[in-house]
């Protein structure tokens, strides 16, 4: 019995067909199948959505053509602000703003520029360094929406650089 090139060829794309088979159905890899319903666990899930849950999360309401802003006193340098929240539908801008205490007639600095964020499938988290002392502002910035208010959940506060230790928080 002899095997041409292409008689080979098909009988180790059958062995690693069966190969690949074999191991799926053992580490229980299941192929979706067209016609047939998804398997559940391949399922987007929403498990990011706790910060509404949390009892020590702050409740923010900010009205359409507004905005909030959050002030922290940055006592040393090198602290670190923190925060992370979630807005319970919809979308918002968020940014940092940093001003100095002493001359009041300076222009804030804005550290993290306005950007829109989505907490829809998982809550926003992040930090920032702060190198300078004065006061660090968070600003939820909904003015860009004209009929819908919205609703964010968050957590915020500033660390010590020597201990990292909470010593201002919301």
Not at 13 to 22: A, E, L, M, Y
Not at 59 to 72: A, C, N, R
Not at 153 to 169: D, Q, V
């Amino acid at each position: 019995m002899s095997l041409s090139p292409n008689g080979l060829r098909n009988q180790r794309v059958k062995t690693i067909i069966r190969f690949r088979s074999h191991n799926q159905v053992r580490q229980g890899y299941h192929k979706i199948q067209h016609g047939k319903p998804i398997p559940k666990r391949y399922y987007r899930q929403n498990g990011g959505k706790r910060l509404v849950l949390e009892p020590d999360a702050e409740k923010l309401s900010v009205m359409p053509f507004s905005k909030e802003e959050i002030t922290f006193e940055v006592k040393e340098a090198n602290s670190s602000i923190g925060w992370e929240f979630e807005i319970k539908k919809g979308d918002i801008d968020f940014s940092l703003i940093f001003r100095e205490e002493i001359p009041e007639d300076l222009e804030p600095v804005e550290l993290i520029p306005k950007q829109r964020i989505d907490t829809s499938f998982e809550y926003e988290k992040g930090c920032f360094k702060c190198e300078k002392i004065g006061n660090y502002t968070m600003v939820f910035d909904n003015s860009y929406s004209w009929l819908l208010s919205k609703e964010v959940y968050y957590r915020a506060g500033i660390r010590n650089p020597k201990n990292n230790e909470l010593y201002e928080s919301t």
